[in-house]
């Protein structure tokens, strides 16, 4: 009988996707990996979280990103073979060898994710990696069992991937670097589900000129504009939609509500034993494996819509907020410089009955959990390698003036969050129309920014 890393099916299975229009499917241990159900569970929590209150048909979920991410490194994989093989390249080419390693890390690279997971990571002290390894390495885990089949060390060679600690630079890159499997296909995956044309690119190109190198991936010169173009779309993709002002009004909303359950749960747990049985064990801050992989953006809704009926009245409303989408109004400022008014608008917010800590907050965009391109940062993060004509490599930003001018920006704002009804007072049954408190918060907002009352 094959050995099981030599499997293939006997016919070739497809998946029907919307942006890559097919995802081809021929070895047996990937068919199984996404029939595990450790992988399924992906199905069950959004790509992008808290955007879907925004952008409503961004409901696509992290299965099917890790499914396009499989699809792109297997289309990698096939170019290479084809066109820069060892045997045509020698040292430097690519050893097809490693496709299975690379098939497999590209498409458990997000296995470990948590639901809403960037917020869920902050409240609980999760990672998402580190819990992707785990998975990946874990005996219990249908992965496990599955990547064990093929070899005895091959779970802790995926995982090295994952890490980037794996020897070949090339399969590292591929799944993750500044231009690789996993942002190309979330940038058009994003771009697709939000309806935001500018956030795409022309990847059909991008496979044409990308190449192997000894130290990892490289582009082809006669590319560059396409590779350009990649870059101009996750710019914009992350000012447009990614940090998202209102997007980042639920986000805090629902990470003070998790703060406030976390909270009650110290005073009294009796709340939460009967209803929220899932989550005890990250309340009570000790959790397997198995109960993370309980957890999913379903699971939440059910618990969120419990707590709405809570007798706690900020876990009540904060879930009747997050239910119904009404997010925090926000407005940006300038770091220290206006740390007074923020102290000020936080008093007014006090004052007329809101607790400060679960009704106002900061937000900056910098620390959400995306990045631009940073080239002078090369000893943090891969370069993007161009090819000249001579064989030698230079990074894009030296021979791209375009790409020169928006690397190394810090975009991005400082918002202050606080209650709408703080500028729309009538919402409140206690409103007064010469309430002076509601008079005076307004002044300091001016066309969505602090401002000096001053001004």
């Not at 004052?351 to 959400?368: C, E, Q, R």
């Amino acid at each position: 009988m094959m050995p099981y890393k030599q499997q293939t099916l006997p016919i070739e299975k497809v998946f029907r996707d919307p942006v890559h229009n097919y995802i081809h499917v021929q070895h047996q241990v990937i068919l199984d990996l996404i029939n595990s159900k450790e992988v399924q569970r992906l199905r069950r929590i959004k790509q992008l979280g808290t955007s879907s209150f925004t952008f409503h048909g961004a409901e696509h979920s992290r299965f099917s990103h890790s499914l396009g991410v499989y699809e792109i490194t297997r289309r990698i994989c096939d170019l290479f073979e084809r066109n820069y093989s060892l045997e045509k390249m020698g040292s430097g080419g690519w050893d097809d060898q490693e496709r299975l390693v690379a098939l497999c890390a590209a498409l458990l690279h997000d296995v470990g994710h948590g639901p809403y997971s960037h917020t869920f990571e902050h409240i609980f002290h999760t990672n998402h990696e580190a819990i992707t390894v785990e998975i990946i390495t874990s005996p219990e885990t249908e992965v496990y069992q599955i990547l064990n089949r093929v070899e005895a060390d091959f779970p802790e060679k995926v995982a090295s991937v994952i890490t980037k600690t794996y020897p070949n630079p090339q399969v590292v890159q591929m799944i993750s670097s500044q231009i690789d499997a996993d942002r190309m296909d979330y940038l058009l995956r994003d771009a697709y589900y939000t309806g935001t044309e500018y956030g795409t690119f022309d990847l059909t190109r991008i496979l044409r000129v990308i190449r192997p190198y000894a130290g990892g991936i490289a582009f082809a010169m006669n590319g560059m504009h396409a590779v350009e173009d990649y870059i101009v779309s996750r710019y914009q993709m992350y000012v447009q939609v990614y940090f998202h002002p209102v997007s980042r009004g639920m986000e805090v909303v629902l990470e003070h509500l998790l703060n406030r359950a976390h909270e009650l749960y110290q005073e009294d747990s009796e709340i939460f034993d009967l209803h929220s049985q899932l989550l005890l064990p990250f309340l009570k801050e000790s959790f397997t494996l198995e109960e993370y992989l309980k957890l999913d953006d379903g699971v939440l809704g059910t618990y969120f819509i419990q707590w709405a009926e809570e007798n706690d009245p900020i876990l009540s409303d904060l879930a009747k907020r997050f239910l119904n989408r009404k997010p925090l109004k926000s407005a940006t400022f300038s770091g220290a410089t206006d740390q007074p008014i923020v102290a000020k608008l936080q008093q007014l917010v006090e004052k007329v009955g809101y607790n400060p800590i679960y009704y106002t907050a900061i937000n900056s965009s910098y620390d959400l959990p995306y990045d631009f391109y940073r080239p002078e940062q090369g000893s943090h993060r891969t370069q993007i390698e161009i090819v000249r004509k001579d064989g030698t490599l230079i990074e894009l930003s030296q021979v791209s003036q375009l790409v020169s001018a928006l690397a190394g920006q810090q975009q991005g704002d400082e918002r202050f969050y606080f209650p709408k009804e703080m500028l729309d007072p009538a919402q409140e049954d206690h409103y007064d129309l010469f309430d002076e408190t509601y008079q005076e918060f307004s002044k300091y907002i001016r066309n969505g920014a602090l401002v000096s009352p001053e001004f």
